[in-house]
């Protein structure tokens, strides 16, 4: 079993001594359901029969059932469920529509901001030719939205069977990172790479190519139509390539497969909704995981189009 997270945290405000977020599961003595059932690691498009998952959810959702209004609130089909694709192909992370609505069922109705860490997971793998990735994904309820928290760090050494990374932040876009050079100039370690978004961030340019001797790489973009924004680091540490890609999401509610945003995500299916350099997913989201004191957020600078962006020094 993969290091996973096991204590609920929560807002100092939101923090309620005589309430429990989850009940306790049918499956075993552990808090929570989510986390224990292999969809969440599986790339299976199906969830499997669950008694844990069909029932629970049913019963926990704050919905008098016998109102008329509660048509208005559908329910998930609990048989099948698409899961978003994870943002590397190595990332064996797949979330679909009933673990958000499995949650949201459980939490209580004044519960304003949560860590949820049924949803989430931090592990290794190795690939096939021995390369070696870090990545986590982590999931928080803030305001009646679910949002995402997704990374993967993986470093190329010279005289390994690197290979070109894709990342793929959403249906709509991606970027990859071909396989790093290496080179001594001036007696110094020279690590190059080039640097393809789809679709091209400049009309002119297909790919850039990028050194180490010009500093550190940093590259933040946005969904026109997903709420979702995308951030990749590229350094030299040590004598690797150190490629860090960050993706921030807004899953919507969690309460239908239907919602704009949730569907989007899944399907491409959609409408530009936002601009691509306000950035306020990446900022809502970095702010939440900030607000719940979770590790591993840093603070970069960027260039965009309206002028520098710091998530840590607001100067955005």
């Not at 009646?144 to 959403?170: A, I, V, W």
């Not at 890609?245 to 995500?265: E, F, I, V």
């Amino acid at each position: 079993m993969p290091p996973s997270y096991h204590q609920v945290t929560t807002a100092p405000e939101d923090i309620n001594p005589h309430k429990s977020l989850h009940p306790t599961c049918v499956c075993g003595p552990h808090r929570g359901c989510c986390r224990k059932h292999s969809s969440i690691r599986s790339p299976s498009r199906r969830l499997n029969k669950h008694p844990c998952i069909s029932h629970q959810c049913k019963q926990l959702l704050p919905i008098d059932w016998n109102d008329p209004k509660a048509e208005k609130f559908p329910l998930v089909d609990l048989q099948s469920a698409p899961t978003l694709d994870p943002i590397h192909a190595n990332m064996a992370y797949h979330l679909s529509i009933n673990h958000l609505a499995c949650i949201r069922g459980r939490l209580s109705p004044d519960t304003n901001r949560a860590f949820i860490p049924e949803l989430s997971i931090a592990d290794r793998c190795t690939s096939e030719n021995g390369m070696n990735y870090s990545w986590s994904s982590e999931i928080y309820f803030d305001k009646g939205s679910f949002l995402q928290k997704q990374e993967m760090d993986c470093y190329q050494t010279r005289g390994d069977e690197n290979q070109p990374q894709t990342f793929t932040p959403c249906p709509h876009q991606s970027l990859t990172i071909s396989t790093p050079r290496f080179a001594i100039k001036d007696g110094k370690v020279e690590v190059s790479a080039y640097i393809t978004n789809r679709p091209p961030r400049c009309t002119l340019h297909e790919s850039e190519q990028w050194s180490n001797f010009h500093g550190q790489y940093a590259q933040v973009v946005g969904c026109t139509i997903c709420y979702s924004d995308a951030e990749c680091i590229l350094e030299l540490h040590d004598r690797s390539l150190h490629i860090r890609y960050t993706c921030y999401k807004d899953l919507g509610p969690g309460t239908h497969s239907r919602h704009s945003k949730w569907l989007a995500l899944l399907t491409g299916l959609g409408s530009p909704e936002r601009k691509d350099d306000t950035l306020e997913v990446y900022e809502r989201v970095w702010n939440t995981a900030y607000s719940l004191q979770r590790r591993g957020l840093y603070q970069v600078t960027h260039q965009t189009l309206n002028g520098v962006f710091n998530i840590g020094k607001r100067s955005y």
